[in-house]
């Protein structure tokens, strides 16, 4: 079993950067603090943080345009992410800027609030006091030291260099000096016995001093000490001047101090106060920028670690669409999004096994069906099928080959859309199609059309085709053609007959007719004249009549033996000028011939042709007797894409009646006295062993007409 | 090798707006950068003695705003720096004194006077007016740098001087300001002269 692992949604390294960015964050968020160490880094870490913002915010607009991008070209997952990284964005960055403004708000009154005017007043005040204080002390120190001058004015230099120790002891100051006017040190003294050198006014003293005669100050001395520095001028005969140096009490300059302090941190914060509301804001806003911009940053990611799985799955999806289902995904974390995935692999590899036996049973199938057909097309029979609503689904090369027609263009359509096209096949097809719809079992109906080759008849066999739940699905048609069979079937019947006539009549015939040839060499001498008269007769019936049966023998021999004994290309046009021209000169009967120029060559017998027209012919001018006009026409037709040569020949004799139209061309069929009726038949079977067709133009009105179609030779054939 | 950009129409108007914005921005930069900053009149490195001593004359001009900040008890803070550098041929310069004379300037609201400490020494210096007070930073005297034994005299050397006003000691919340604002730059820029020996 495997073991599940759960993977974040971010790495290692994304995990890395966002703790540095709340560090870096942290440590600036510590320099803020006056007291630390870190102040002293504020501004680099300042900027660091904004290289951070800047950093990210690179990163966030890349993603974006990338998003944008994809979105664009509506590729797979580009619409969950940028909807799943929308929500994230929301829901994160609304509560933000409510926190945001409302902390800024709060960290505004917040500072706000730390100033106000009382405690301006009091600041002032407070450092009024302290300045009036001192004040206080500059004006009594001043004071003493005006009295002090009084002594010394009355001293010479000797006694005052003995007497400002004593005067300086009593007043209290650390250290009393008395100067010229020049600024030389007549006498000093100091608390500090160390000090040899007293305390020097500068510059900026001497002259306040020359102009006021006296100088009065507080100066600090070192850092936390105060001296109240007092010059007045003494008095003497020479101006001379006394400075005395009065420390001020630690207390009160503690007190000073601290009061200063107090109001120079109290001004300085309220110089500052928009500055710090500034550096507060700036610092909020940078955590809030760093802070959104990492956690969209970080949605991206995990928007796209989460979308993988599925824009994985949308494409497999599309490519399982497009009939690839060799897809298999990449399992990328064993959640439900992987479970998915799995579920996915599974379903293609299943399709993709579906699809490979389907595969391999329609291979199967289909050589099968190539087999069929390869059957089908060897089969001399023509074959059709079907659909239940009578439209051809199939058709066989056979069926090509006895219908010529290719049947392949038809596939689609019934066979009464053919009828319109095919005009010679009507009535055989409108047969077919009424069998076809009415036979609930096998039927069988020969049906003849004139072909291309002539006469056709075809022996055909449907079987409707009925599915399991004995619905009728379609039918089957099988054709055979069975001309050939039949004629020769005709043939063989007629060579018998003739056979049989030559052998079991003709032989008795000579006989019969040497016998009464006999009896009239033999007894016409010894008869009475009126006997030998009848004799003669008799013996002349008998001879006529055995002539008469051997013609007729003869024709039966003529009939039954095959025409087409020496094939050439004839030309028919010159054929029957030659034939016309035996009867040019019969008197009474006119003969009008009309032959197309540039006609195609016939193949076969010129001898058997020829007795086709004699026959024709001599019908005709039988028919018509003495007087008539004979028409006969040599033209080019093309039928059923062959080409023929179609002689038609009319006469304006009487005609020959319906009822025998259909059997005109039976042996034994005439409508003359004399005659075998064997003159038509000969002519039919001549032109059908050609490939020809003959028939009677039941058209014409007037008279009776033949048309006669021979195949001409082709191109391919010659 | 030579390399062929070509740059579409929309790019180059891109870039035109771009730049002119960037310029925009940072003009009042380029003009009141100088407006504010101190300057080195005049400095000297001479051989007293056996001694190099250092003199300088410095004017400085405190904006507004640097006013305001002292006035309102803002400590101010200013680097003298003085270097002097071994120049050499193939190599950077190598620096071979590298001094600082760091000054602090405060007003006193109590006593109502500047106070100018120097950081170094720790010497302290009261004054009633800032002119006066400035006056103390503006003028260093022969202050000894170095003895001559330590110069070569076959070689050339640097001086250098610069007042660099440091903007990391004000507090807190001006330091992102002074970086930004002109008025806060108040430092020279570097004086360059040869030593003369």
């Known amino acids: 079993m495997a073991t599940e692992k759960i993977t974040p949604p971010v790495n290692l390294y994304v995990l890395v950067l966002f703790g540095l960015i709340l560090l870096s964050l942290q440590l600036m968020s510590s320099a803020m603090q006056e007291s630390s160490q870190l102040s002293a880094m504020y501004s680099w870490l300042l900027l660091f943080n904004a290289l951070g913002s800047v950093v990210l915010l690179i990163l966030v607009g890349a993603n974006i345009y990338s998003l944008v991008q994809h979105t664009k070209r509506r590729e797979a997952g580009s619409r969950l992410t940028t909807r799943m990284v929308s929500l994230f964005v929301v829901l994160a960055l609304a509560p933000a800027v409510i926190v945001f403004y409302f902390s800024m708000q709060f960290l505004h009154q917040g500072i706000d609030s730390w100033f106000n005017v009382e405690i301006d007043r009091a600041m002032e005040d407070a450092l009024e006091l302290s300045q009036a204080s001192l004040d206080q002390r500059m004006r009594w120190h001043l004071k003493q030291t005006q009295q002090l001058t009084e002594k010394l004015e009355e001293s010479s230099e000797n006694q005052v260099t003995l007497e400002i120790e004593n005067l300086r002891e009593l007043s209290g100051a650390s250290e009393m000096t008395l100067f010229s006017r020049q600024g030389r040190i007549i006498a000093s003294s100091s608390i500090n016995p160390g000090d040899i050198l007293p305390s020097l006014p500068d510059e900026h003293i001497w002259l306040q001093l020359r102009q006021n005669g006296l100088y009065v100050a507080i100066a600090p001395v070192h850092e936390e000490e105060l001296m109240v520095r007092v010059i007045v001028t003494v008095k003497a005969q020479e101006s001379q001047y006394l400075q005395a140096l009065y420390p001020v009490p630690v207390r009160i300059a503690d007190l000073a101090d601290s009061v200063e302090f107090a109001f120079v941190r109290y001004q300085e914060m309220n110089y500052l106060r928009n500055s710090l509301k500034m550096s507060f804001s700036l610092a909020l806003s940078l955590v809030l920028l760093m802070s959104l911009l990492a956690a969209i940053w970080v949605a991206f990611i995990s928007v796209r670690n989460i979308t993988a799985p599925v824009k994985a799955l949308v494409k497999g999806t599309q490519a399982v669409a497009s009939g690839h289902y060799d897809q298999q995904l990449p399992v990328i974390a064993q959640d439900d999004l992987g479970f998915l995935v799995e579920s996915f692999n599974d379903m293609t590899h299943r399709i993709a096994q579906a699809r490979d036996e389907t595969r391999k049973a329609g291979f199967e199938v289909e050589n099968q069906r190539a087999y069929l057909e390869t059957i089908l097309a060897n089969l001399t029979a023509g074959v059709i099928s079907f659909d239940a609503v009578y439209k051809i689904r199939t058709a066989n090369q056979a069926a090509y080959r006895i219908f010529h027609v290719h049947v392949n263009q038809f596939i689609g359509r019934t066979l009464l859309e053919l009828v319109e096209s095919y005009s010679e096949l009507a009535e055989s097809l409108k047969s077919i199609q009424r069998l076809l719809e009415q036979a609930d079992d096998i039927w069988q109906q020969r049906i003849a059309f004139l072909g291309p080759n002539g006469r056709q008849e075809l022996l055909c066999r449907g079987t409707p085709l009925f599915s399991q739940e004995g619905l009728r699905v379609g039918a089957v048609v099988v054709f055979d053609d069975v001309t050939d069979l039949i004629q020769a079937q005709k043939n063989a019947a007629w060579g018998e007959v003739a056979r049989r006539l030559a052998h079991e009549i003709k032989n008795p015939l000579t006989p019969i007719q040497l016998s009464a040839e006999r009896l009239q060499h033999k007894l016409a001498d010894k008869l009475e004249s009126a006997d030998a008269a009848i004799l003669q007769r008799s013996t002349r019936t008998i001879v006529q009549q055995v002539e008469a049966m051997k013609e007729m023998v003869d024709d039966f021999s003529e009939y039954a033996k095959p025409s087409k004994k020496q094939t050439v290309d004839i030309d028919l046009p010159c054929l029957v000028k030659e034939v016309l021209a035996l009867y040019a000169l019969k008197s009474g009967v006119r003969f009008k011939a009309d032959y197309e120029t540039g006609l195609s060559m016939i193949n076969g017998d010129p001898v058997s042709i020829r007795q086709v027209l004699h026959n024709l012919i001599k019908n005709a001018l039988e028919a018509i007797g003495a007087y008539g006009l004979v028409e006969l026409s040599v033209r080019g037709v093309r039928k059923n894409n062959t080409d023929f040569v179609e002689i038609a020949l009319y006469d304006d004799g009487p005609g020959i009646k319906e009822e025998q139209i259909e059997k005109i061309f039976e042996p034994y069929v005439t409508t003359k006295a004399k005659g075998t009726g064997l003159g038509l038949a000969i002519v039919k079977k001549i032109i059908e062993e050609h490939g020809g067709a003959i028939w009677i133009d039941t058209n014409r009105k007037v008279g009776a007409g033949f048309i006669i179609q021979l195949p001409a030779c082709n191109s391919e054939q010659l | ?197």
């Open chain 2, 1 to 197: 090798m030579v390399f062929i950009m070509r740059v579409s129409g929309r790019s180059k108007r891109f870039r035109s707006i771009f730049y002119n914005t960037l310029l925009m921005c940072l003009l009042p930069f380029f003009c009141y950068a100088d407006q504010f900053a101190a300057e080195v009149t005049q400095a000297e490195i001479k051989l007293q003695g056996q001694s190099y001593v250092f003199s300088t004359n410095i004017v400085y001009n405190l904006s507004e705003k640097a006013n305001d900040a002292l006035q309102n008890g803002v400590p101010l803070f200013w680097n003298l720096q003085v270097k002097l550098q071994q120049q050499r041929k193939f190599i950077w310069n190598k620096t071979l004194l590298d001094a600082e004379i760091r000054y602090r300037i405060q007003y006193h609201a109590l006593l109502n006077m500047y106070r100018v400490i120097n950081e170094g020494n720790g010497d302290v210096y009261n004054f009633s007016t800032l002119s006066a007070a400035l006056d103390l930073m503006s003028v260093v005297i022969d202050i000894p740098l170095m003895v001559r034994n330590e110069l070569d005299p076959k070689k050339h050397y640097l001086c250098a001087v610069k007042v660099n006003f440091d903007r990391d000691a004000l507090p807190l919340p001006l330091r992102p300001i002074a970086y930004i604002d002109p008025q806060w730059y108040l430092s020279s820029d570097w004086t360059l002269w040869p030593l003369k020996k």
